[in-house]
């Protein structure tokens, strides 16, 4: 194998540079790779199908959680998360965001404390959506992102007969 040292790579004006046919360009193998800010340089997915009931006023985890090591400390981790559920007679449904660094202390990144309510004693849908964005996890070790649900009254189902699903995306910075 032969080694190619080069400061610039360049071609003609409306010409491309290409890797032949067949060949791979490996930029994980060695050194160092700089890309454009806001290219996703990772995407993990989870999802899942238990139920969560709260009844509490305490924020209380659901089965919603999901784990990604970022490449680089300074990246923005990019948050989705949807799911189906109910509220029965609720008071103040809140959902929130944790983020639980690996051998390290667990921090709430998003809160919604009045994210719903259902008045009645009758079963309402609730749709169970956030997309938030964490720029300060500061860390290359394993993060673990938990979606928790609460009430101030009554009773709320997080994934009630349905699925969950969350997407963490690390984007470049």
């Known amino acids: 194998m032969s080694t190619l040292t080069l400061k610039e790579l360049s071609a003609p004006a409306g010409q491309v540079i290409k890797i032949a046919a067949g060949k791979t360009l490996d930029l994980k193998s060695q ?4 890309l454009p800010v806001g290219t996703v340089t990772q995407f993990v997915r989870a999802t899942g199908s238990t139920t969560t009931n709260c009844t509490s006023s305490t924020f209380v985890n659901t089965n919603a959680s999901v784990t990604i090591t970022p ?17 029965n007679n609720t008071a103040d449904v809140g959902i929130r965001i944790t983020r639980a660094i690996s051998g390290g202390a667990t921090t709430t990144i998003y809160t919604s404390v009045r994210y719903g309510y259902a ?6 849908p609730m749709n169970w959506a956030i997309i938030d964005v964490d720029e300060a996890h500061n860390t290359t070790s394993a993060i673990t992102y938990t979606i928790q649900i609460n009430v101030g009254s009554g009773e709320a189902r997080h994934c009630d007969n349905a699925s969950w699903n969350f997407v963490v995306m690390e984007m470049q910075q």
């Open 31 to 34: 050194g160092i790779v700089t």
């Open 71 to 87: 490449l680089s400390s300074s990246s923005h981790i990019y948050l989705s998360h949807t799911a189906g559920g109910l509220a």
């Open 119 to 124: 008045t009645g004693s009758f079963w309402q």
